[in-house]
């Protein structure tokens, strides 16, 4: 395994080196060569930077700064978890913070943040497919192979290669073994040598392999892979079966809502996230809720169809063919969302508190609010985006900043994990937490985490894929050669 870590790494930096030499030193026909221009850093600079002039990216822009300020949240939740993890002279100060209501909220509400990103993944997908589909409708089979196969090549180098890191931990050249290295270094490093193979298959988040889970942020790629299938066969239909497209997507969103409802009354679970400290000493891996409920793609296939619904009204919206003007749904969903979140988010304490029996109607009242307002209020708002010109807010979400931070979101994603354990891996034997330190903690990990992730961009994440484009070519565009 270490041979095989140096033998990429060693790979990596001599492309670095040699493609930046030529590039600066060659001849322009040199200069042009794929190896080249994938690994330049003067031109994915200018990638990283520059703006999509696209009609979609007009629309949805503001997108990449939304997963900014998300991926910062969740950050933060994960800086909350720490608390639990590391050895403390004051425990007592983390069950009491756990005890107070508005922490309660905050934590649980996180489940939004995940809500989000699957709606952003399938409003982008449907509106990409059905704007391919009116742009060329005879399409062919093909067409959505190249699509698995162009997010394959997105996501798969930089995955792959901090799974890699996990499975190699303390043996990683520098890392001495700290105090809390055993327990974040070495027993990650032996659940990824023994599960390493449900993250190749992105599989990790469905129950049988709850247990024993390696590369803990592993779990929302397989799920986000999940509905990416499943939906991509829902675009397929709506392809074939034109006409049944909408009785179609809304029947998959009747069962997209009773899923949830459904693993919560069958298993008898919480109505939400439940945060304990037992709990977070293995972070969630032997918690009913989590593996039944949070992790599924199945699960979470309401957010994602939620997305694919606004992308099919935004569809709609394109051709004239909507005027929610008159719908008197919508005016209620839009002047109900502020009630609805806060019915939804803030009685939660609640259920900490009082024990409230878990098939009991309020329990499964609460489960229905908590699992679908959020991304419904969400999807209410991309749908006012897209009817409204943008305003200072959705303005300072397309800035170039903002665009940029938003292209690395995905790395940052991916290793914050790795980053945290090796951070951890630092700390002393016993620490003394208090709220000042958890600041500086999300400090340290924001800034490590993104520093790293510019690195991971210029190195691995931008290079690889346009490589490995090159090397499997769209077959669509042989076909149409031929």
């Known amino acids: 395994l270490m041979i095989t870590f140096y033998a990429i790494v060693l790979t990596l930096i001599v492309l670095m080196v040699g493609a930046n030499v030529v590039d600066w030193l060659g001849h322009d026909q040199v200069k042009e060569h794929i190896v080249v221009s994938s690994f330049s850093v003067r031109r994915n600079w200018k990638r990283l930077t520059e703006q999509p002039t696209s009609e979609l990216y007009r629309e949805f822009g503001y997108i990449d700064g939304l997963r900014v300020f998300t991926s910062v949240f969740v950050l933060g939740i994960h800086c909350l978890m720490i608390a639990g993890i590391i050895p403390l002279s004051n425990p007592e100060y983390t069950e009491e913070v756990l005890k107070n209501p508005f922490l309660v909220d905050l934590c649980t509400i996180c489940i939004v943040t995940v809500q989000i990103f699957f709606a952003i993944s399938g409003v982008l997908l449907t509106t990409t497919v059905l704007k391919d589909i009116d742009r060329k409708p005879q399409l062919e089979s093909i067409y959505f192979w190249e699509k698995i196969k162009n997010r394959l090549i997105r996501i798969v180098p930089v995955y792959y290669f901090f799974l890699l890191i996990s499975i190699v931990g303390d043996e990683l050249p520098g890392v001495e073994m700290g105090t809390v290295g055993y327990k974040t270094l070495i027993q990650e490093q032996g659940r990824c040598r023994k599960k390493w193979w449900t993250n190749v298959l992105?599989?990790?988040?469905?129950?049988?392999?709850?247990?024993?889970?390696?590369?803990?942020?592993?779990?929302?790629?397989?799920?986000?892979?999940?509905?990416?299938?499943?939906?991509?066969?829902?675009?397929?239909?709506?392809?074939?079966?034109?006409?049944?497209?909408?009785?179609?997507?809304?029947?998959?969103?009747?069962?997209?809502?009773?899923?949830?409802?459904?693993?919560?009354?069958?298993?008898?679970?919480?109505?939400?996230?439940?945060?304990?400290?037992?709990?977070?000493?293995?972070?969630?891996?032997?918690?009913?809720?989590?593996?039944?409920?949070?992790?599924?793609?199945?699960?979470?296939?309401?957010?994602?169809?939620?997305?694919?619904?606004?992308?099919?009204?935004?569809?709609?919206?394109?051709?004239?063919?909507?005027?929610?003007?008159?719908?008197?749904?919508?005016?209620?969903?839009?002047?109900?969302?502020?009630?609805?979140?806060?019915?939804?988010?803030?009685?939660?304490?609640?259920?900490?508190?009082?024990?409230?029996?878990?098939?009991?109607?309020?329990?499964?009242?609460?489960?229905?609010?908590?699992?679908?307002?959020?991304?419904?209020?969400?999807?209410?708002?991309?749908?006012?985006?897209?009817?409204?010109?943008?305003?200072?807010?959705?303005?300072?979400?397309?800035?170039?900043?903002?665009?940029?931070?938003?292209?690395?979101?995905?790395?940052?994603?991916?290793?914050?994990?790795?980053?945290?354990?090796?951070?951890?891996?630092?700390?002393?034997?016993?620490?003394?937490?208090?709220?000042?330190?958890?600041?500086?903690?999300?400090?340290?990990?924001?800034?490590?985490?993104?520093?790293?992730?510019?690195?991971?961009?210029?190195?691995?994440?931008?290079?690889?894929?346009?490589?490995?484009?090159?090397?499997?070519?769209?077959?669509?565009?042989?076909?149409?050669?031929?």
């Open 202 to 482: 992105f599989v990790s988040n469905l129950p049988p392999f709850g247990e024993e889970r390696c590369s803990l942020q592993g779990w929302y790629l397989a799920a986000d892979q999940q509905l990416f299938l499943v939906t991509l066969l829902l675009m397929a239909a709506f392809w074939k079966f034109p006409k049944q497209a909408g009785a179609l997507m809304w029947t998959c969103v009747a069962i997209a809502l009773a899923i949830p409802a459904g693993i919560v009354y069958f298993y008898e679970l919480e109505s939400s996230l439940p945060i304990r400290l037992s709990d977070l000493q293995f972070l969630f891996m032997y918690q009913a809720w989590f593996n039944h409920l949070y992790m599924p793609g199945y699960s979470n296939m309401n957010s994602y169809m939620a997305g694919v619904v606004v992308g099919y009204l935004y569809h709609q919206h394109k051709h004239n063919k909507l005027n929610l003007d008159n719908s008197m749904l919508y005016t209620i969903l839009k002047k109900a969302r502020l009630p609805l979140l806060a019915l939804a988010y803030l009685p939660t304490f609640i259920f900490y508190r009082y024990e409230i029996p878990r098939s009991s109607w309020l329990t499964m009242t609460h489960t229905i609010l908590y699992r679908n307002v959020g991304v419904l209020a969400g999807c209410v708002s991309f749908i006012e985006c897209f009817r409204n010109p943008p305003g200072p807010v959705r303005q300072f979400l397309t800035s170039k900043s903002m665009t940029s931070l938003g292209k690395l979101s995905y790395s940052v994603y991916v290793l914050h994990v790795p980053v945290t354990r090796l951070v951890l891996n630092w700390f002393p034997q016993m620490i003394e937490l208090k709220l000042l330190d958890l600041v500086w903690m999300l400090a340290v990990l924001g800034g490590s985490s993104y520093l790293v992730g510019v690195i991971v961009y210029f190195c691995i994440e931008q290079p690889v894929s346009l490589v490995l484009k090159h090397f499997l070519p769209d077959k669509r565009k042989g076909k149409a050669e031929c």
